[in-house]
Structure formats: structure tokens, C-alpha cells
């Protein structure tokens, strides 16, 4: 179910306000945070933030494109190996 239209989208108040601070400061350091139900606002455009997936942090450099998406949606949390290796034993069975 999604977020009531009357309330606006969820942004995270303090991941906002150091992404305000950075910009005015012109540093381009990452910003590391946990907060992957934020929604990214038009503001984290041109910013690099890390995001944490359970594990570690995944680097998201914020583009136009992402504008509308949760944070959370660019740092997966779950590593796909592979399906089952196809083997010459397995080759002449099929």
C-alpha cells in the first residue's frame, strides 16, 4: 500500500538536512546512511550517498532518473550467484 497523498512522500528530515549542508558547502564527501525508505527528493540530485543493505554500504550517486524512488530500491540486499551450472554430465541427460 502506498503513502497517503494528503501526507507527501516520506523524506527523511536529518538525511535532508546534511544533504542541504553539503550542497552549501560545495564538499562532495559521501554521506552514509541507513534510511532506505526515504523517498529521494528533486534537493539529492548530484549526490553520492551510501546506503546501507544489511551487510555493508552500497555507494548511490543520486541522478535525475532516481527522483521519486526509495533509497532503498538501488542498494540490494540480496546477492544473486548463479542458477545451476551446466556440466557435461548434466549435457548429455537433457
Same mark, same amino acid.
Given at each position: 500500500? +502506498?503513502?497517503?497523498?494528503?501526507?507527501?512522500?516520506?523524506? $527523511?528530515?536529518?538525511?535532508?538536512?546534511? =544533504?542541504?549542508?553539503?550542497?552549501?558547502?560545495?564538499?562532495? $564527501?559521501?554521506?552514509?546512511?541507513?534510511?532506505?525508505?526515504?523517498?529521494?527528493?528533486?534537493? &539529492?540530485?548530484?549526490?553520492?550517498?551510501?546506503? @546501507? *543493505?544489511?551487510? *555493508? &554500504?552500497?555507494?548511490?550517486?543520486? +541522478?535525475?532518473?532516481? =527522483?521519486? @524512488?526509495?533509497?532503498?530500491?538501488?542498494?540490494?540486499?540480496?546477492?544473486?550467484?548463479? @542458477?545451476?551450472?551446466?556440466?557435461?554430465?548434466?549435457?548429455?541427460?537433457?
Amino acid at each position: 500500500m +502506498s503513502r497517503s497523498s494528503k501526507k507527501g512522500p516520506y523524506v $527523511d528530515a536529518k538525511l535532508l538536512k546534511k =544533504v542541504l549542508a553539503q550542497k552549501q558547502s560545495g564538499k562532495k $564527501d559521501p554521506i552514509k546512511t541507513w534510511r532506505r525508505a526515504s523517498t529521494i527528493p528533486p534537493e &539529492f540530485v548530484g549526490v553520492t550517498l551510501t546506503v @546501507h *543493505n544489511g551487510k *555493508n &554500504f552500497i555507494s548511490v550517486y543520486i +541522478s535525475e532518473s532516481m =527522483v521519486g @524512488h526509495r533509497l532503498g530500491e538501488f542498494a540490494p540486499t540480496r546477492l544473486f550467484r548463479s @542458477h545451476g551450472k551446466m556440466t557435461e554430465k548434466s549435457a548429455r541427460l537433457t
